[in-house]
């Protein structure tokens, strides 16, 4: 009745992805704030990464139809 | 009655079911934005509006049924007609309208399908309802979605304050503008086609278009200008209790509660197990409230919320039950199920005035409030 698999990858999909788009923005703006040369940079792409992760949520809601309209 | 009358009743209460839709579930993606300061209110539900109207323009999708396979519709089931659409909707707006105005998150889906059963119990019988789907499409993810967005919040939530210091958790409030975007842009792919799909259903079943032909092109743009224009005259009711009512939300909680909301709509949409929004949104809340080290979750509050999960359905469907009731009289019926919609429309609307509450009435924190840094002491 309840398809209890599909349940548990969406639940384990949710918090990893949910999981890494936070830990790299946190990251972002803990590495932002400091002194050091280096930090600046890694920062900027923990940011960049993170709005991959944003860019790859917006594929999934229009990708396919998008995809759809290119293909007629 | 004259079958155009009746279709055109059915659009114009489909069109104000979308736009309720709209405005209740604005609070799902921009109550934490607003409640951290990260987004003026009325800003907010201005990008809520625009990213619900291009989120439906960008769906195809369209509900093969309209009530989700709760009531076993077509050959061998019940014949759903305008009549019965008519009451389920009036069932389904009543009851958006009531949460509303007791500015409860509740589903408006669930609210359409239980306008619905209700309409449809009335028409055919309790044998129509397929109680399998009802447990394993409503009930059971109702427990699911909060609980599943809430171990996400909150394990979201622990991650950014263990990373992050105080001072610089008011750069979360940017992150919050994205994240509160994507709910927004899936939510208008996902519910605008809902009321695309009773309005063609209803086309359909009067024979105004072909059996098996999509929704056109104004049905598409009625249910998108509806949906958005809800969604930018507000719902500050409900866009309260999920930004203030649950918990204080700080900005790093707005944006790991935001992120799992996100996260656990697109996994739940693209992998096969639907989930409510409304239910993923408060799950996220109450999570990021346990989440962070001395914040506190009002559980009374987050018991009222439930308790509307739990009676959506039921509610709904005795006032859908009850226009069933009347529209199956006749003309007159019909007649008198729509002046019952409108009064109680107006009745609702009127009841609202004496406690108003807008964009004017949602405190926002001043930039940086929540990260002041202390002051140290100086040496002496």
Redesign the interface.
């Known amino acids: ?3 209890w698999m ?2 548990l ?3 384990v ?3 990893v ?3 890494i ?3 790299l ?6 590495l ?2 400091g002194e050091a040369t280096w930090r600046r940079p890694v920062s900027v792409s923990m940011f960049v990464l ?1 709005g991959a992760v ?1 860019l790859f ?2 594929y ?3 990708g396919d ?2 995809l ?1 309209l290119f293909t007629r | 009655m004259d079958p155009l009358i009746l279709v055109a009743l059915v659009i114009a209460l489909a069109l104000f079911f979308d736009f309720t839709n709209g405005f209740h579930d604005t609070a799902n993606a921009m109550a934490t934005p607003i409640a951290t300061g990260a987004i003026k209110p009325k800003t907010a539900v201005a990008l809520a509006a625009v990213l619900n109207l291009v989120g439906a323009f960008l769906s195809t999708e369209v509900a093969k049924t309209i009530s989700g396979g709760l009531i076993r519709e077509g050959d061998g089931g019940v014949q759903i007609g305008p009549e019965l659409i008519l009451a389920g909707l009036i069932g389904a707006i009543v009851w958006n309208l009531v949460t509303w105005l007791l500015g409860l998150p509740s589903s408006s889906s669930h609210a359409l399908f239980g306008g619905l059963i209700g309409a449809a119990i009335v028409g055919a019988g309790f044998g129509v309802i397929d109680g399998g789907v009802l447990v394993s499409k409503i009930l059971i993810p109702a427990i699911l979605a909060p609980l599943t967005a809430g171990v996400v919040s909150y394990l979201a939530t622990k991650i950014a304050y263990a990373v992050t210091r105080k001072r610089e958790r008011d750069g979360f409030k940017k992150g919050q503008i994205f994240t509160a975007s994507l709910v927004s842009l899936a939510h208008g792919t996902n519910d605008a086609q809902k009321t695309m799909g009773v309005i063609t259903l209803a086309l359909i079943a009067a024979g105004f278009q072909g059996v098996g032909s999509g929704p056109e092109f104004w049905v598409i743009a009625a249910c998108a200008v509806a949906i958005a224009a809800g969604t930018y005259s507000g719902g500050w009711r409900i866009i309260r209790t999920m930004g203030r009512g649950i918990t204080e939300v700080e900005p790093a909680q707005g944006f790991a509660a935001e992120a799992a909301t996100t996260a656990t709509i697109l996994a739940s949409t693209h992998l096969g197990f639907a989930l409510s929004t409304t239910q993923v949104a408060s799950g996220s809340v109450i999570g990021t409230g346990i989440g962070r080290k001395g914040a506190s979750v009002r559980w009374r509050t987050a018991g009222r919320i439930a308790l509307g999960w739990l009676i959506t359905i039921p509610a709904a469907g005795l006032v859908g039950a009850a226009a069933a009731l009347l529209v199956s009289l006749g003309t007159g019926g019909i007649v008198g199920a729509v002046v019952f919609a409108v009064l109680a429309i107006t009745g609702i609307f009127l009841w609202s005035r004496r406690s108003h509450v807008d964009h004017r009435n949602l405190h926002q924190p001043e930039p940086g409030v929540f990260v002041r840094p202390k002051k140290r002491k100086a040496r002496r």
Do not use: K, N
């Open positions: 009745m309840i398809d599909a349940f990858t969406v639940f999909s949710a918090l992805s949910a999981c788009a936070v830990a923005f946190s990251l972002g703006l803990r932002g704030d993170c944003v949520g917006i999934l809601i229009v139809h998008l759809t």
